[in-house]
């Protein structure tokens, strides 16, 4: 990964799951208490929601610009609030396909860190990426650890090795 993505990664910050969506759970679980928000991009994953509300998050969506289902940033920002904990993104997005660009996870990312600032605690951005291995048209991936401190990857082979 380090190779791949010019990430600065180590083993000790590594976990192995039983694929992504066990990696979610448990992350939900291990950073969320009760009344604590999670921002989701629609449409999304339907599973998310129960994901979340399992782990006694609330469960925040954040609507996308429309026609091109990117992240409205300006939406993101009236959403975040002293209860935000996370915020999950999944690119290349389950059901839309779009895959955020460097961009706006940089313009993302500085939204969070003056977010974390402004409400003095440690907001989230966890990546959903059980699809960031299926890239068209020469796509770059925008490794969200590169961007951005508080960063939590979620990864399964299922889709890039044809496992599910």
């Given at each position: 990964m380090n190779k791949k993505y010019n990430s600065n990664l180590n083993g000790e910050i590594?976990?192995?799951?039983?694929?992504?969506?066990?990696?979610?759970?448990?992350?939900?679980?291990?950073?969320?208490?009760k009344g604590d928000e999670v921002i989701v991009f629609t449409?999304?994953?339907?599973?998310?929601?129960?994901y979340i509300e399992s782990a006694n998050g609330i469960f925040v969506a954040s609507k996308p610009k429309i026609p091109s289902f990117d992240m409205d940033l300006d939406d993101v920002a009236n959403l975040i609030n002293k209860n935000t904990k996370i915020v999950l993104i999944n690119s290349p997005n389950n059901p839309t396909g779009v895959m955020y660009?460097?961009?706006?996870?940089?313009?993302?990312?500085?939204?969070?860190?003056?977010?974390?600032?402004?409400?003095?605690?440690?907001?989230?951005?966890?990546s959903d990426e059980p699809y960031r291995e299926l890239l068209f048209d020469n796509q770059k991936y925008p490794f969200v650890t590169n961007y951005y401190k508080n960063s939590i990857i979620c990864y399964s082979f299922s889709k890039s090795l044809s496992l599910p």
């Open positions: 590594i976990y192995l799951t039983c694929g992504a969506a066990a990696s979610l759970a448990i992350t939900f679980n291990a950073l969320l208490n449409p999304c994953f339907p599973e998310y929601k129960v660009s460097e961009e706006t996870i940089i313009s993302l990312s500085k939204l969070l860190k003056k977010k974390e600032e402004e409400y003095n605690h440690p907001i989230f951005l966890v």
